[in-house]
């Protein structure tokens, strides 16, 4: 999570296993959330490097 200017004004970064995960997320989890009104999602489809712990 990251405050910005401009447009937006939250950016947030989440790894999910495929599309139909980030659809579930953003349904169930984002958007009930108080106070959202507009959402954008732009997907990393490839990441070459990460550091973080691997889920399964």
Known sequence: MAATTGPTNLMAGVTC?????????LT????P???VRELETAP???TVKRVG???S
Do not use: F, P, S
Not at 28 to 31: S, T
């Open 28 to 31: 169930e989890r984002v958007a």
């Open 17 to 25: 296993r495929d599309t139909r995960d980030l659809y579930r997320y």
């Open 33 to 35: 959330l108080q106070g």
């Open 53 to 55: 712990t691997l889920l």
């Open 44 to 46: 990393v489809i490839r």
